[in-house]
């Protein structure tokens, strides 16, 4: 089986929107971008680095295209098109059957159309290039955070750095389905594209949570000069953490990665209509902090007593 | 030095351009597109694969972008805004110094900019997503030539594949001028950014030579549901190839990939047209055949004497 027949097997669906004027198959894809403005992301997964070796390919395939969607729910972008660049050390039909049904089973749930890409050889990996379309002027960047903003997360934090740990550490919660809980959110992360694209005029800045809040915050907090303060009881930590003693349950919650939760800030002006939102939709945001004045500076409490956070959050290259 | 600071010191450029509203260093870049439509396109290099462990990282940089501004060419769009996903084995300034300045050294001279992408710790490969604009409608896709349309490539062919044939033999051509042609070709392929953006209302169809001319050409009469006939005398070899006999220069030039040239098809009466858009731009362009009602097949003469290719186009995949 060559690269098109793979492609023609496994990844050809079609699609039915007037926009998209010339889909997979040909040199570029060409789509009519509408009065919109045109968000763009790409993630790149690795097998090894990003996912394990044995990971089910249908997760590996689900998850690669919802990292890259939760970029564009992160910027307040509805999720339009995407290519997809996969890379394979050979052919391997139940691998991409599973890969391509986790793919589009993630597309479907966020309506994002699949628009072209390339199929190589080498070691596995994806990279997923996400389109999506904002009300121009209604971005939600990292730079709007102002002092007094509160800080808010959605869902809940650290299930998936405790599944990380389980499985580098071949151990297991006495709970299996706390453990599955864990499982379900490294691998089937659902990326918050409904929240994202409401919060538009209501958030003040955002982000998702990929590598930890620790060090995701800390982007946020640059780009808009100012600082954090955490209040540590008031995270919510995954259920999957029950388990586990505080301290580790605020590891995993604040250092962990992984969770592609949405993290923003709002003026406190704004709390009732970012509360009349988060009911509509059913999904629970939690406010956890305050921006502060002190640039690039976040203080942790725990019940008003300071808290040290030493470990930080994943950064690939880090020493 | 991790990934923030890899992408701050090797691929952050201040990018003048209003139509640019959010550039690197968000969750998704964010541009406004204007009244045309939008053209996509991604390519992966994967060491090993599309190019030698050695290379000079330079021209891997160089070539990575050139390769999917040369799909942009061929769909006869305007190239705007790239990403870079970039996975590397570990820091190396050596090899992100020489690689980015490549990479800036392609985008500049077609005007693209990078506003995104992703560093990832791996097996070193690199894919790119190349983002343009069109004329709505004015789109040239693998579908529209007819029986009768001539058929055209630019430049010359076959450089590139000699440069590969050479270097996977450890073998030399007796003159260094022509060999070190054959290298440029291949390492330093110039995308027909031009060509391909002055040709929409004259070509019928076109895309670029990546695969190989014969393997390629497939595309359009599968997509045309045509076919076609070659007079291999009237194919432009590259001169790196004067030093082989008949045999070997039709192999590289027909069979060969990674040219980068153009391949369309014109209707008679537009080869004035044709022509004039050529000379204006100072690039060699060459009747090589004619479209046929044969549907997906190629016939091959030399000086009116049927031919047999034998070879294909590279193809990932195939046996």
Known sequence: MDEFEIIRSYFCRQVADPQLKIGIGDDCAVFNPGSGHIAVTTDTLVEGVHFFSDADPEAVGFKSLAVNVSDLAAMGAVP??????????????????KFSHGLFRMASSCGISLIGGDTTHGPLSITITAIGTTKPGMEITRSGA??????????????????????????????????SDSFMKLDYPQPRVELGCSLAGVASSMLDLSDGLSSDLMHILEQSATGAH????????SRSLFELDLFNRINFAVSGGDDYELCFTVPPEKRNALKEIAEKLGISVTRIGTVTADRGEITYTLNGIPFDIKTRGYNHFAK
Do not use: C, M, W
């Open 146 to 179: 102002r002092p007094g903003d509160e800080i808010y997360v959605s869902g809940e934090l650290g299930g998936a750095a405790l599944a990380v740990f389980l499985k580098s550490n071949a151990t297991h919660l006495t709970d299996p389905l706390l453990e």
């Open 80 to 97: 339009k098109y995407f290519t997809l660049a996969l890379t394979i050390p050979e052919y391997n039909s139940r691998f991409l059957e």
């Open 230 to 237: 955490i209040e540590l009881e008031q995270i919510p930590y």
